[in-house]
């Protein structure tokens, strides 16, 4: 919200006062794309990948294993006496409300890890493309801009740098 009110804001004070423009050192950033190539971003989608996996993969085995029960006992259930099919389905019905609770939670858990890497990725090349613009001698660093000259684009130089600071 702040970064859709501080555009115009910069560009109606560079309108308004031509003199100033010159005086204000203006860098661009193409954000996606700092994220997207940096090494700290695979290394991030790596741990989620190693942090939930083996969840992941033991969940779709309980799925399986679930489906085939269920299937077994649609079969079966004619066979039933009237007690023991009412006893099964409460099982099978229990099973498969835990079964919801761990794929909800499981999601919830990815959800919460995703975001917490996010926010520490986006910290990290916070604090790079600072360090490149104050380099640069740069005022402003602006993300993703609709239009700028590539003299102010910053993103090679940043992601040099984080590829730097990753083999470190």
């Given at each position: 919200?702040?970064?859709?009110?501080?555009?115009?804001?910069?560009?109606?004070?560079?309108a308004l006062a031509p003199g100033l423009a010159n005086a204000i050192e203006i860098g661009t950033v193409r954000a996606q794309e700092l994220?997207?190539?940096s090494p700290q971003y695979e290394r991030a989608e790596e741990r989620m990948k190693a942090d939930f996996e083996?969840?992941?993969?033991?969940?779709?085995?309980?799925?399986?294993?679930?489906?085939?029960?269920?299937q077994k006992f649609q079969q079966e259930a004619d066979l039933m006496s009237a007690s023991d099919r009412e006893a099964r389905e409460q099982e099978l019905t229990?099973?498969?409300?835990d079964f919801q609770l761990k794929q909800r939670k499981f999601r919830q858990d990815v959800s919460n890890r995703e975001r917490e890497l996010f926010q520490e990725l986006m910290g990290e090349i916070r604090g790079v493309i600072e360090e490149?613009?104050?380099?640069?001698?740069?005022?402003l660093v602006v993300p993703d801009p609709v239009y700028a000259a590539p003299s102010l684009d910053l993103t090679d130089a940043v992601l040099?740098?984080?590829v730097k600071r990753d083999e470190e």
């Open positions: 919200m702040m970064q859709k009110t501080l555009i115009p804001a910069i560009a109606a004070l560079l994220v997207q190539k083996r969840r992941a993969s033991e969940l779709q085995e309980e799925a399986k294993g679930l489906e085939e029960d269920i229990t099973r498969q409300n490149v613009a104050r380099r640069k001698g740069l005022d040099k740098e984080l």
